[in-house]
């Protein structure tokens, strides 16, 4: 997907304080799509093969590296300051696009939500966190991805990745932001909770 010959890059910083956002003026993944990588052995599976994921855990002070559409969000260890460290990520990742390094190992392959089965609930949520959530999840380097809705409790279960894994502010953003705005627009949802965290 690297069809640039000047790599851009610039920093942005998150409402996490050890995330850093590396954008890109390029695409790195189809939108919509992300990969989440929390240790170096995440970047070996065959579902989710990232060179670039292993090599940025090269730097012992990267606990997790994040990908998506335009951008990297690398989590650091707190150790380190990130103004110590930006320099050298950002001169590697230039010169990893300018030797045209793979970003995935992946087979040609269409990844794609099947939505066939979706009940009108689902389709509403999964609307509502597209055009309203999403957006926002991102701008900050990270995602957030529907994981389930039960009917018969109303509790919405979504995964948060990248910088919003292990932010500070994402559970008051959860429930004050993506509750509040679910629990309004769609019947029947009475509460949003983050798998996995």
Request: proline share 6%.
């Amino acid at each position: 997907m690297n069809t640039s010959t000047t790599i851009h890059i610039y920093t942005e910083s998150t409402p996490n304080p050890h995330s850093m956002k590396f954008v890109f003026n390029m695409e790195l993944l189809p939108e919509g799509m992300s990969f989440d990588y929390t240790q170096p052995a995440d970047g070996l599976t065959k579902e989710k093969n990232s060179p670039l994921a292993v090599a940025l855990f090269g730097f012992d002070f990267v606990s997790r590296v994040f990908i998506t559409n335009n951008f990297i969000t690398l989590t650091k260890s707190e150790s380190v300051a990130w103004e110590d460290e930006l320099f050298g990520i950002k001169t590697y990742l230039k010169k990893y696009f300018e030797e045209k390094q793979p970003v995935f190992s992946l087979p040609e392959a269409t990844i794609a939500d099947d939505q066939s089965n979706d009940t009108p609930a689902i389709k509403q949520i999964k609307q509502a966190l597209d055009e309203y959530v999403r957006p926002a999840v991102e701008s900050d380097g990270g995602a957030i991805t529907f994981h389930s809705f039960d009917e018969a409790t109303g509790q919405v279960k979504v995964l948060l990745q990248g910088s919003c894994s292990g932010c500070p502010s994402s559970t008051m953003t959860l429930k004050q932001g993506i509750e509040a705005l679910l629990t309004r627009m769609v019947p029947g949802v009475k509460e949003v909770v983050a798998e996995g965290v």
